[in-house]
């Protein structure tokens, strides 16, 4: 079991330039999540799905795009990086109860984007 | 949305010690995890504890739904405590976790 598994770890961007950030679980969770976490801010929810063509928005989504084509993988992309975007993000996942809430969330290790 | 709260923001304690981390939330919660991040980053999930208590080794964790607050009681300290705790919460219906801006605790050797 590789839990959730996060690529790449490390990222040097040019403003303006795309990428995508991978996240994959291999514990059938419904529930996946991204967030970013900046210096003194703690982490806050960028986009999130509760299962496969599903998808919604977080706290800061503005410049990232989600899709869920599979209960595996959750990317995030950006589209036309901007310095602000400098961060580390966290991919999440968890079961999920529709009718309760999300379960216990279990991250991967995080990926360290820098923005030029 | 929901506000989360930590205290105290620092912590620094001689290994042994024991302390006491606070999370206070602004709504009612169907669901409160806390998280270690440890020094290298990586993100641990401690507990599972919308209400009551749990305990795990030398970590325990309370929550008082109804006054809207939990603890987390570390004891006899270790150096491998050190790092960023998080709490956070969900309010009921919401589908996301809230974090707040953590506790920093350093053990000292």
């Known amino acids: 079991n590789a839990g959730v598994t996060q690529t790449p770890k490390f990222q040097v961007l040019k403003t303006g330039q795309s990428m995508t950030l991978q996240c994959a679980q291999d514990m059938n969770h419904e529930y996946m999540s991204w967030y970013r976490q900046d210096p003194g801010m703690g982490l806050r929810l960028i986009h999130y799905s509760v299962g496969a063509g599903i998808t919604d928005q977080g706290e800061v989504p503005n410049g990232y795009n989600v899709s869920r084509s599979t209960t595996e993988d959750f990317p995030l992309r950006l589209l036309s990086a901007a310095p602000s975007q400098t961060s580390v993000y966290f991919c999440?996942?968890?079961?999920?109860?529709?009718?309760?809430?999300?379960?216990?969330?279990?991250f991967g290790e995080g990926s360290r984007l820098t923005v030029l | 949305g929901i506000q989360v709260e930590q205290s105290p923001p620092d912590l620094i304690l001689q290994e042994g010690a024991n302390s006491t981390l606070r999370c206070n939330f602004s709504?009612?919660?169907?669901?409160l995890q806390w998280f270690h991040q440890n020094p290298w980053g990586q993100l641990i999930n401690l507990f599972y504890?919308?209400?009551g208590t749990k305990q795990n080794g030398r970590l325990s964790a309370t929550t008082v739904a109804t006054e809207r607050y939990s603890l987390l009681y570390i004891s006899s300290s270790q150096t491998t405590d050190s790092g960023v705790y998080f709490c956070a919460v969900e309010s009921f219906g919401n589908e996301k976790l809230t974090f707040g801006t953590g506790t920093r605790l350093t053990i000292i050797p």
């Open positions: 999440a996942s968890s079961l999920f109860n529709g009718l309760a809430n999300t379960g216990e969330l279990f």
């Open positions: 709504d009612s919660v169907n669901n």
């Open positions: 504890i919308p209400s």
